[in-house]
Nanobody
């Protein structure tokens, strides 16, 4: 059984930073590109960033590469999302995702191309 489990969510003040982690089990972790998505209340799930199987390449959603950074550790089977200069509009449930292949084209990280999802972790940016 494949499991992706996110951790590290919580309440952070505007301008602050937060790091999310996602641990994978039940899959050959290095055989999957990994990504992060988020979903705010009443909105669609959107792509934040993804990383290739061996971690050599990353791709970010529009305008997010400057404040968000994705990395992975294939020994620990984890993928990490570092978030900086957080804003109230970053409030959302954050999900990690496993995709069979990495891609860097616009819009290629569609939700229906994802093989496995985590259960999500809440991030709230508020003073």
């Amino acid at each position: 059984q494949v499991r992706l489990v996110e951790s590290g969510g919580g309440l952070v003040q505007p301008g602050g930073s937060l790091t999310l982690s996602c641990g994978g089990s039940g899959l050959t972790f290095g055989n999957y590109a990994m990504g992060w998505f988020r979903q705010a209340p009443g909105k669609e799930r959107t792509f934040i960033g993804g990383i290739s199987k061996q971690g050599w390449s990353t791709h970010y959603g529009n305008g997010l590469g400057g404040r968000f950074s994705v990395s992975r550790d294939n020994v620990e089977n984890t993928v990490t999302l570092q978030m900086f200069d957080l804003r109230p509009e970053d409030t959302a449930v954050y999900y990690c995702a496993a995709r069979r292949e990495f891609c860097s084209g616009d819009g290629c990280w569609e939700a229906d191309t994802i093989s496995y999802w985590g259960q999500g972790t809440q991030v709230t940016v508020s003073s």
